[in-house]
């Protein structure tokens, strides 16, 4: 199943590049004569991502580049190659935690530098980007600092069983994901309104329920303005032990009269209907537009190989995903209407119950502007939350704060009494008939009974 998809995907890709590419040469044919000459640097964006620095430069075509670091001060130097600045630099904000200041200035021969002042060493990561749906050509340029363990080497390989026996229960971790980010706006709103920002609205909305909750702890995947790859997301999420990853994002689609929202838990044999593979290649396609795409190998077999044991995680998802359904159908329309399954990268977790929410319709105007209202996004995380505690009350995992709190169940079977449960469970009989409602030692055989605690 993941095979199939990502051949789909690359399938896609390859489409594109293909057309690009007969583009690209015909522009290079109509431009031959000019194509000695500069190459326009349009624009450079600055994200800072906790553990990097990602400086992106629109070019007007593909460019050659090189680095190198200067040391007393500290200054990395990205030299490229017939290039012209055209836009203006960004301010660097006083709080960026690698750069101080960003200088360019034009070299003998038409070459292009930009100088970066850092604040300490750092290790930098560059590759360009082709023209995608949304960018025209881009060099990145990744600045880690050096000092810091990565991020990759620090990812232990993958387990995929956890410890559960621990002397005190413990608070369940809700891992929440707000889709897109930085380079990668997501889709976006004829007035503009862009999904990456209104998603993590709503997951920081989220974060704040599950805190108050008792017995569960929010871990916010993305916390700014920043993009992360699919497969990142997952691993923050699995570095934090996460009993459950919820992936929040607007949907869009070319007529703007669709409306509703929907909620996707990964499909077994990949995208279970047209639209819904159509949509994870939209959803997984962020990988393409932030980075270079499914880079770690290891990652891949990792993930075919746990493929065979992710049954039981895809039931504890549907479960989620189904009580998470229910809450959003009481909050509005719903675009389908059962739960939907795709095979969504950012959700194939092998032992975390993954779940995505498609909130609303940003290209939808009316839903475009319920989602740009504070007010509409608390309430859709009012509805995820209550969705999230459905689920546990029926299925929290042993060890945790919930199943010590959840109250204990008896179905009687032919030939008990109510003295013989109460010795069953140490507990008094008066309680247990008080529990139950029960005022005599009347009680029929498949009748639930509620065990109170001792
Ligand atoms: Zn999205």
Known sequence: MLFFNIVGIVERT??????????????????WPLSAQTIKIDNLRLWAAP???????????????SL??????????????????????????????????????NRKGGDLRVVLD????????????????????????????AKAKSIGKAA?????????????????????????????????????????????????KLAALVQKEIGMRPVLIRKGDYYLGLRKRMKLARRQKADMFISIHADAFRDRRVRGSSVYTLSQRGASSEAARWLAVQENSADLIGGVKLEDKDDILASVLLDLSQSATLQ?????????????????????????????VVLKSPDVPSI??????????????????????????????????????????????????APRKHVISSGETLGRIARQYQVKVRDLRSANGLSGD?????????????
Request: glycine fraction near 8%.
């Open 51 to 65: 553990d990097h620095i990602r400086l992106v430069f629109d070019t007007s075509a593909s460019v050659e580049h």
């Open 442 to 454: 009347q009680i029929r055989i498949g009748q639930v009974l509620r065990i109170p605690k001792t």
């Open 356 to 405: 995505l929410v498609e909130t609303a319709f940003i290209s939808n105007p009316s839903e475009e502007r319920k989602l740009r209202s504070s007010k509409y996004q608390q309430k859709m995380a009012r509805a995820i939350m209550k969705g999230i505690r459905g689920h546990f009350r029926s299925n929290a995992p042993p060890g945790t704060i919930l199943a010590e709190r």
């Open 316 to 344: 504890a998802s549907h479960n989620l995903a189904s009580s998470v359904f229910r809450q959003l159908k009481k909050l509005g329309k719903t675009h389908k209407h059962k739960v939907q399954q795709a095979g969504f």
């Open 68 to 105: 190198f670091s200067l040391k007393t001060p500290d200054r990395l130097v990205i030299d490229i190659k017939k290039s012209k600045l055209s836009g203006k630099m960004p301010q660097v904000g006083s709080g960026n935690p690698l750069v101080s200041r960003i200088r360019s200035a």
């Open 118 to 145: 850092l604040k300490r060493p750092v290790k930098p990561k560059s590759f360009v980007l082709r023209p995608n749906r949304k960018y025209g050509n881009r060099l990145v340029v990744d600045l880690y600092d």
């Open 156 to 204: 232990r390989p993958v387990k995929v069983s956890r410890v559960v026996q621990r002397s005190a229960p413990r608070e369940l971790v809700i891992a929440i994901d707000a889709g897109h980010g930085g380079e990668d706006p997501g889709a976006r709103g004829k007035a503009g309104t862009r999904e990456k920002t209104v998603v993590l609205a709503i997951a920081r």
């Open 14 to 31: 390859n489409g594109h590049t293909i057309m690009y590419r007969i583009a690209a040469l015909l522009l290079l044919f109509l431009s």
